[in-house]
């Protein structure tokens, strides 16, 4: 599946999975998924699922990691073996390593480390099925997962995936949150993040061919659709804050 480049990625302004070009695919929240974590949540962007889990502020090791004023967050994101359809090679390679390091900074944007200096916050993002977007719906985990784990932030992480889509006469036209396919044989991907309270962004990375205009078209659709994104995060942090506190 996926293996042959798409006659189109959009048709009748509809995408393959019937989406049309501003709409996320169906979105779930989990919290608490891993009881014996500080803080967990799960994410699912239709086929694409991803636990986060984080444990701290603990003891850091190995000591010379320690920073004296602040946390350090840690983030390891890894795909399990199942979770693509030919075997990932287990382990990190340079993907997961990349991906890991940019994951780490976008959440000490949010993190209020200075309250924890010494310590270590660790998150472990674990991709279960991946359906392209996993960085983003990561990230999204993680940020719920550090909430969970009741660590203080200056605000919620809200990521998700956009690009450039081609029609069946081979015009671009930009998308938001891609699947597979889109992802594979796009025009081009961006993996976006931002902190809307702050209004900041905290993770940015293109790959492909994409001018400024159609650049600024999608993140008018991806800040657009981070809104509601933020809205559901909210509303699982609430529901799992009222299912603990009875
Ligand atoms: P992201 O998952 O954040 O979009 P990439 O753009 O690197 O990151 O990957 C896009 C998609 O390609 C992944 O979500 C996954 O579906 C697939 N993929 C990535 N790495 C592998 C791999 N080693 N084997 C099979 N599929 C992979």
Same mark, same amino acid.
């Given at each position: 599946?996926?293996?042959?480049k798409?006659?189109?990625?959009?048709?009748?302004?509809?995408?393959l999975?019937?989406?049309?070009?501003?709409?996320?695919?169906?979105?779930?929240?989990?919290?608490?998924?891993?009881?014996?974590?500080?803080?967990s949540?799960?994410?699912?962007?239709?086929?694409?699922?991803?636990?986060?889990?984080?444990?701290?502020?603990?003891?850091?090791?190995p000591?010379?990691?320690?920073?004296n004023?602040?946390?350090?967050?840690r983030?390891?994101?890894?795909?399990?073996?199942?979770?693509?359809?030919?075997?990932?090679?287990?382990?990190?390679?340079?993907?997961?390593?990349?991906?890991?390091? +940019?994951? @780490?900074? /976008?959440? %000490? $944007? &949010?993190?209020?480390?200075?309250?924890?200096?010494?310590?270590?916050? =660790?998150?472990?993002?674990?991709? +279960?099925? @991946?359906? /392209?977007? %996993? $960085? &983003?719906?990561?990230?999204?985990?993680?940020?719920?997962?550090l909430? =969970?784990?009741?660590?203080?932030?200056?605000?919620?992480?809200?990521?998700?995936?956009?690009?450039?889509?081609?029609?069946?006469?081979?015009?671009?036209?930009?998308?938001?949150?891609?699947?597979k396919?889109?992802?594979?044989?796009?025009?081009?991907?961006?993996?976006?993040?931002?902190?809307?309270?702050?209004?900041?962004?905290?993770?940015?990375?293109?790959?492909?061919?994409?001018?400024?205009?159609?650049?600024?078209?999608?993140?008018?659709?991806?800040?657009?659709?981070?809104?509601?994104?933020?809205?559901?995060?909210?509303?699982?942090?609430?529901?799992?804050?009222?299912?603990?506190?009875?």
């Amino acid at each position: 599946m996926g293996d042959e480049k798409p006659k189109f990625l959009i048709k009748g302004g509809k995408r393959l999975d019937g989406r049309k070009p501003e709409d996320v695919r169906p979105i779930q929240i989990k919290m608490g998924v891993v009881p014996n974590a500080d803080g967990s949540a799960e994410v699912i962007f239709g086929k694409t699922r991803v636990i986060a889990t984080v444990y701290g502020p603990r003891e850091l090791h190995p000591r010379h990691q320690v920073i004296n004023e602040r946390a350090r967050v840690r983030v390891r994101y890894d795909m399990m073996t199942f979770s693509v359809e030919d075997r990932k090679r287990p382990g990190p390679g340079r993907r997961e390593t990349e991906i890991s390091k +940019v994951l @780490a900074e /976008a959440l %000490t $944007r &949010v993190v209020i480390t200075e309250k924890y200096p010494t310590r270590a916050i =660790d998150v472990f993002v674990t991709v +279960v099925q @991946a359906d /392209a977007s %996993t $960085r &983003v719906a990561g990230l999204n985990a993680a940020s719920l997962a550090l909430a =969970d784990a009741g660590i203080p932030m200056r605000d919620l992480v809200v990521s998700l995936s956009f690009g450039k889509s081609y029609d069946e006469k081979g015009q671009g036209h930009m998308v938001v949150d891609l699947e597979k396919e889109e992802d594979n044989w796009g025009m081009g991907d961006i993996a976006y993040a931002v902190a809307p309270a702050l209004g900041e962004v905290l993770l940015l990375q293109m790959d492909g061919d994409v001018t400024l205009e159609e650049f600024k078209k999608g993140k008018t659709m991806a800040d657009k659709a981070a809104l509601e994104i933020y809205e559901m995060q909210k509303r699982a942090l609430k529901a799992r804050y009222e299912e603990g506190s009875k």
